[in-house]
């Protein structure tokens, strides 16, 4: 059964870290490009990393501008494991974080990435002191 499941989430002091992780099972990531995306309350969803499939895109990894510099996307191929490694938190971080599994490249299109399939349910990350 083909399954997301993303953890990693908490409360964290401004300028602090978290690592979410999202655990696949049923598919193979490396054949996909994979996806973080978060939405606030009363917001949009919209997208904040991805990461074009390592068998097909190479890997190339793309960040919204607005965490460059602070996100970092990677994977575990053996574990099959998706991590957002997210350092200088901000309060406008805060939102329920969600990963997603589609296509081959990351396209970026009206504030997220076309063509995700699948998703996992989300991890809550709240920014505050």
């Known amino acids: 059964q083909l399954q997301l499941v993303e953890s990693g989430g908490g409360l964290v002091q401004p300028g602090g870290s978290l690592r979410l992780s999202c655990q696949a099972s049923?598919?193979?990531?490396?054949?996909?490009?994979i996806a973080w995306f978060r939405q606030a309350p009363g917001k949009e969803r919209e997208g904040v990393s991805c990461?074009?499939?390592?068998?097909?895109?190479?890997?190339?990894?793309t960040y919204t501008d607005s965490v460059k510099g602070r996100f970092t996307i990677s994977k575990d191929s053996a574990q099959n494991l998706v991590y957002l490694q997210m350092d200088s938190l901000k309060p406008e971080d805060t939102a329920v974080y969600y990963c997603?599994?589609?296509?081959?490249?990351?396209?970026?299109?009206?504030?997220?990435?076309?063509?995700?399939?699948?998703w996992g349910k989300g991890t809550q990350v709240t920014v505050s002191s």
């Open positions: 997603a599994v589609g296509g081959i490249i990351c396209v970026w299109r009206d504030g997220g990435y076309n063509g995700m399939e699948f």
């Open positions: 990461m074009a499939s390592m068998t097909s895109g190479g890997g190339v990894t």
């Open positions: 049923g598919l193979t990531l490396d054949y996909y490009a």
